[in-house]
């Protein structure tokens, strides 16, 4: 949904009200998307997944890992540097239009360009790196049936 927001702004007059609602929402589940990415990672680190089967390659273990904090990483400096932007760009943002977000930064063309950059950037590594991660939960569902993709369910037995 966010991805669908974000590709209609372009296509939008700038002095059209559809165009302020679909940044309100699109600026609104960004920083929904980061808070819950800062409480899952502080979740994560106090509750440590189960360890991975031996019968995985050293390789696989590294690349499961590497893809996991990437996507942490990613999810967390997209909506960051989209905040910045708008900042940084002199535009207000607020939480669904119930509570304004003060800037953390003053106005800076400067940076609101370069903070725009990594934030349309970042989408197409998020991309990359989601397909990555349900391509290898695909294959250890359905190719090697070892019980990787069972460990990745909410409700598992441990």
Same mark, same amino acid.
């Given at each position: *949904? /966010?991805? =669908?927001?974000? %590709? !209609? /702004?372009?296509g939008t007059a700038r002095e059209n009200e559809s165009c302020d609602l679909l940044l309100l929402f699109h600026r =609104? &589940? $960004? +920083?929904l998307i980061l808070a819950l990415m800062l409480v899952r990672g502080v %979740?994560?680190?106090? #509750?440590?997944p189960p360890l991975l089967p031996p019968s995985l390659m050293r390789i696989? /273990?590294?690349a499961a890992h590497a893809t #996991?904090?990437?996507l942490y990483a990613l999810?967390?400096?997209?909506?960051l540097s989209g905040y910045i932007r708008a900042t940084a760009a002199g535009h207000s943002v607020n939480f669904f239009g119930l509570v304004e977000i003060p800037p953390l930064l003053p106005e800076?063309?400067?940076i609101s360009q370069a903070a725009i950059a990594v934030h349309l950037a970042t989408q197409f590594l998020i991309y990359t790196f989601v397909a990555l991660h349900v391509?290898? !939960? +695909? *294959? #250890? %569902? &359905?190719?090697?049936?070892? $019980?990787?993709?069972e460990r990745m369910l909410p409700l598992r037995s441990r």
């Open positions: *949904m /966010i991805v =669908s927001l974000g %590709w !209609a /702004i372009p =609104s &589940i $960004g +920083l %979740w994560r680190w106090r #509750h440590p696989e /273990i590294l #996991h904090w990437l999810f967390v400096l997209m909506p800076n063309d400067r391509g290898g !939960a +695909l *294959m #250890h %569902w &359905i190719v090697r049936r070892d $019980g990787v993709f």
